[in-house]
C-alpha cells in the first residue's frame, strides 16, 4: 500500500504519525442584533437521532432541511454535507453524505459500517469542491484500509480515500488549499488533547506541518476566514482569533458563558458560534453572531443583540434563541 504523503514523512515523524492508507466593518458591538447579518446558516439541532437545521437570515426563520444528520457544513456546490448514523445497532458507524438543502437527493460518501465500530464526524470540503477532511476515531476493531488510529482523514469528494494524520482534528480550509487542525478535540468522551497542544497548518501540497503562534493552551474548533488571513478559535471557554501568520492574537467574547465552534460570514465581517450557560430558565447551547472588527471581548450577556433569535417567537423569551449541537455553517 503506497504511503501518505511520502515527501512528508521525513520530515513530521517528530511531530505526527502517519498512517497509510490506498476591511474593517462599521458595525458596532452595541448594534442592534442582526444589522448586517445576512445569508444562512446550517447547524445541527439537538435531538435524539439528530436534525439538520437551516437559518435564513433575510427571514429569521429556522426550518428543519432533513433528519438523521449531524455536524453540517456548506460544500462550495450549495449541497449540505454532513455526518448521518448508520442503519445498525449499535448506532456508532457513520456515513458521510451530501444533500440539497430541501433534504433531497442522498448521496453517501462513505459508510462505515464497512469497518466495523469506526466513527467519522466534522465533515468539511476543501473551496475548491475537491476534497473532504473529516475527524476519526479507531476502536482497533476491523477497518484496517481506512485507518488504524485517531486523527482526521482525506478522501476525494467522490468518496476515494486519500489518506490519514494521527493526532490532529477539526481541519479548516485555506483558500489555497492548506488545512489547519488542532491538536485538541471534542472526542466520544469528552475534551482531549493528542499531542502537544496549538494550532497547525498542512501545507497545500500536504508535505509540511507549521504551528500557528506559540503557547496557545488547549485551542480547539479552528475555522479561517474566507480570506485565508485570519483563524478563528475556542480556546479557555471562549472565541479568540489570531492572524494566519500567527501574529495579532485576541479574545472575542467573554463572560459567564462558554462559546466554541466559531464559523465565519461569507464577507468576513461576523463569527457565529455556539454559547452554553444560564439563561432565563435554563442552561442550553444557543446561537450567536458577533463581529470581528472588535477591540475588547464581547461580555455575552442575555440581553446582547447577538442572539441568533426565530421571528416567530418574542424577542424577550429564551424560547426564540436558537439552539445547535456540534457545529454551524455559514454562507
Not at 445569508?39 to 439538520?52: C, F, K, M, R, V
Not at 453524505?97 to 469497518?115: H, P, V, Y
Request: hydrophobic residues 35%; negative net charge.
Amino acid at each position: 500500500m503506497r504511503p501518505f504523503f511520502p515527501r512528508a514523512i521525513a520530515a513530521l515523524l517528530c511531530v505526527f504519525s502517519f498512517a497509510f492508507v490506498s476591511c474593517k466593518s462599521s458595525t458596532s458591538p452595541n448594534n442592534d442584533g442582526g444589522q448586517g447579518w445576512s445569508g444562512t446558516l446550517i447547524y445541527d439541532i439537538p435531538s435524539a437521532d439528530g436534525e439538520i437545521g437551516i437559518y435564513d437570515f433575510a427571514n429569521r426563520r429556522e426550518t428543519v432541511a432533513f433528519s438523521s444528520g449531524r455536524g453540517p457544513s456548506w460544500s462550495p456546490s450549495g449541497l449540505i454535507l454532513y455526518e448521518e448514523p448508520s442503519d445498525v445497532s449499535p448506532r456508532v458507524n457513520w456515513k458521510i453524505a451530501t444533500r440539497a438543502r430541501n433534504g433531497t437527493a442522498e448521496n453517501i460518501l462513505l459508510d462505515s459500517k464497512a469497518f466495523s465500530l469506526s466513527v467519522s464526524k466534522s465533515p468539511k470540503m476543501s473551496r475548491d469542491g475537491k476534497t473532504i477532511c473529516f475527524n476519526y476515531w479507531y476502536d482497533n476493531v476491523g477497518g484496517p484500509d481506512l485507518y488504524t488510529a485517531s486523527g482526521s482523514i482525506l478522501m476525494q469528494s467522490d468518496g476515494t480515500l486519500i489518506g490519514g494524520l494521527d493526532s490532529v482534528f477539526d481541519g479548516s480550509w485555506m483558500p489555497d488549499g492548506s488545512i489547519v487542525f488542532s491538536a485538541t478535540v471534542d472526542e466520544l468522551d469528552g475534551e482531549r488533547t493528542f499531542y502537544q497542544d496549538g494550532l497547525y497548518r498542512l501545507s497545500s501540497d500536504f508535505s509540511q506541518f507549521t504551528a500557528v503562534g506559540s503557547g496557545l493552551v488547549k485551542p480547539k474548533h479552528p475555522a479561517c476566514s474566507p480570506d485565508g488571513k485570519r483563524i478563528a478559535f475556542a480556546m479557555n471557554g471562549h472565541i479568540w482569533m489570531i492572524n494566519a501568520d500567527g501574529s495579532g492574537l485576541r479574545q472575542v467574547t467573554t463572560g459567564s458563558k462558554e462559546e466554541s465552534h466559531p464559523c465565519w460570514s461569507p464577507d468576513g465581517k461576523f463569527l457565529a458560534c455556539m454559547s452554553f450557560g444560564t439563561f432565563e430558565v435554563s442552561y442550553y447551547t444557543a446561537i450567536a453572531v458577533v463581529p470581528t472588527d472588535i477591540y475588547s471581548p464581547i461580555d455575552m450577556t442575555n440581553e446582547s443583540p447577538y442572539w441568533i433569535r426565530d421571528a416567530q417567537y418574542s424577542s424577550q423569551s429564551s424560547e426564540g434563541r436558537r439552539s445547535a449541537y456540534t457545529s454551524i455553517s455559514w454562507k
